[in-house]
């Protein structure tokens, strides 16, 4: 996980040269103020993310530091990421649907802008 100051087609290209591809690029920034924005909303209560809508390590450690997020485990998977990131983990899980094995850490890389 690399972090990275701004963007432009410059900058996508060299991350691509980089890590390869398919790459996913995420804005820190925007990650962190759209969090304290939602944070701010809820006043005293807590806010948790899905795991679900992105099980990335790199995501989540993102909210873990110094964001004071949870995260909201839908799955036994999704907890055990949470758990080795230090994170609080809400949630309805174990879900018999699930299937052991089923979810999967995912084969895409990732950069941090």
Known sequence: MRFHE???AGTLWSLAEEFGTP???YDV????SRYARMKRAFGKADVHYACKANPSPPILSVLRGGLGAGIDASTVNEAKLSL????PVTGSWPRPATPPGRISSGSWKTALL
């Open 6 to 8: 701004g963007i432009g």
């Open 23 to 25: 790459l996913i690029v």
């Open 29 to 32: 920034g925007t990650i962190r």
């Open 84 to 87: 080795s990131l230090a994170l």
